[in-house]
Structures are given as structure tokens and as C-alpha cells.
T-cell receptor, first 115, second 114 residues
């Protein structure tokens, strides 16, 4: 049972344009969402997060949007740069019960930004 | 400020052997979680250690065990290795002031089982 899904395995974008990466979840107990970027041979690097009490969080070129009713979140990168080319993972956690912040990840989306 | 460190970076073992992976958390963090990432997949939660106790476990067999030391560093042990245990093993640390907080990952240990 895949509780977090990234349905686009890959995305190709021109430098300077917007990149939009999408993520869907099924577990309504999730209340904290994160995006990580991963380069080959490195561990995931934290990018940005959002709590379920918000619908938008912005940090520089990165903005995450959360639509709780649709159980959907997206990451917008504007403007995209060639250095943004990496695998992007969406992750979710729940603060309730005995979850202790365990992260559940999507399968990842490979972003390629062309010069 | 040192981030999360892991050792070794790469490891080759044969089926049936045992392996120990090590992790030092980010300075100031007290919680360590371990994840397994198979090729082409997202990381899968193995277990989490806090106050030297395993307090949550994912869907992994008992062959996977761990330990947390008083300085918050942690070890992941895998016994009776199978070919399917070949993966990238990631350690993540966080601060347990409330749940659902950001976890920071180390570079991982690439394990190959032959």
C-alpha cells in the first residue's frame, strides 16, 4: 500500500522556467510534509516543509503548496536552474499516536533542467 | 557544525554474513532513524532510536537490529544477509522536541551482497 505517491517518474524543464513536482497521499493522519532533493551518491538533502495547518510555504525559489481536501501537495521551483537537476522525494509524517515522526516517502521524480 | 555522518561509505558482503553500519547524528540531535533505499525507490523506514531505545519499527524482519549509544550515535546490524539486502542505507537525525520534525540525512552506506 503506497501511502505517498509521486506519479511522474521524470520531468524535463528549460532553464529559467517553472518546475512543478506533484505528490499525492492517502493517509489522512499525515500532518507534516517535506521535500528532499537527492544527487547520485549522496543522501537526501532537506529542501522545504509544510505543516497541515498551512496551505503554502515559501523559501527563496522553492514554494510548497498543500491541498488537504485533495490530499495533494506540489513543489514549485522558480526559476529553474541546471543545478536543480536531481531526484526529488516527497515525504510525509504524522505527529499523532505512536508515529514519532517516521517519514513515508514517495518513489521520487527525476528533474532535469536543460540550459 | 558537522552534519550527519555515516561509515563505511561502501561495503561488499556475501550471503549469510553479518554487517554493522554506523551513524553519528547532527550536533544537538538526539533521535536517529534508519532507512533502506533500494534502486529506483524511495527510502523505506527501518526503525528509530531515542534515549537508547528502539521506539518505532517499520516492516523489516528481526535480522535488522540496532543500537543507540549515550552520545546519540547509532549502529544498524543486519544478520544472515540476503541478496535482497543490497541497497543504500540511510541514517537520519532529528531533535525530539515534538513529533513530525525535520529529519536530516547522512550520505548513506552502499551495501552490496553477493
Amino acid at each position: 500500500d503506497q501511502q505517498v505517491k509521486q506519479n511522474s517518474p521524470s520531468l524535463s524543464v528549460q532553464e529559467g522556467r517553472i518546475s512543478i513536482l506533484n505528490c499525492d497521499y492517502t493517509n489522512s493522519m499525515f500532518d507534516y510534509f517535506l521535500w528532499y532533493k537527492k544527487y547520485p551518491a549522496e543522501g537526501p538533502t532537506f529542501l522545504i516543509s509544510i505543516s497541515s495547518i498551512k496551505d503554502k510555504n515559501e523559501d527563496g525559489r522553492f514554494t510548497v503548496f498543500l491541498n488537504k481536501s485533495a490530499k495533494h501537495l506540489s513543489l514549485h521551483i522558480v526559476p529553474s536552474q541546471p543545478g536543480d537537476s536531481a531526484v526529488y522525494f516527497c515525504a510525509a509524517s504524522s505527529a499523532g499516536g505512536t508515529s514519532y515522526g517516521k517519514l513515508t516517502f514517495g518513489q521520487g521524480t527525476i528533474l532535469t533542467v536543460h540550459p | 557544525d558537522a552534519g550527519v555522518t555515516q561509515s563505511p561509505t561502501h561495503l561488499i558482503k556475501t550471503r549469510g554474513q553479518q554487517v554493522t553500519l554506523r551513524c553519528s547524528p547532527k550536533s544537538g540531535h538526539d533521535t536517529v532513524s534508519w532507512y533502506q533505499q533500494a534502486l529506483g525507490q524511495g527510502p523505506q523506514f527501518i526503525f528509530q532510536y531515542y534515549e537508547e531505545e528502539e521506539r518505532q519499527r517499520g516492516n523489516f524482519p528481526d535480522r535488522f537490529s540496532g543500537h543507540q549509544f549515550p552520545n546519540y550515535s547509532s549502529e544498524l546490524n543486519v544478520n544472515a544477509l540476503l541478496l535482497g539486502d543490497s541497497a543504500l542505507y540511510l541514517c537520519a537525525s532529528s531533535l525530539d522536541t515534538g513529533r513530525g520534525k525535520t529529519q536530516y540525512f547522512g550520505p548513506g552506506t552502499r551495501l552490496l551482497v553477493l
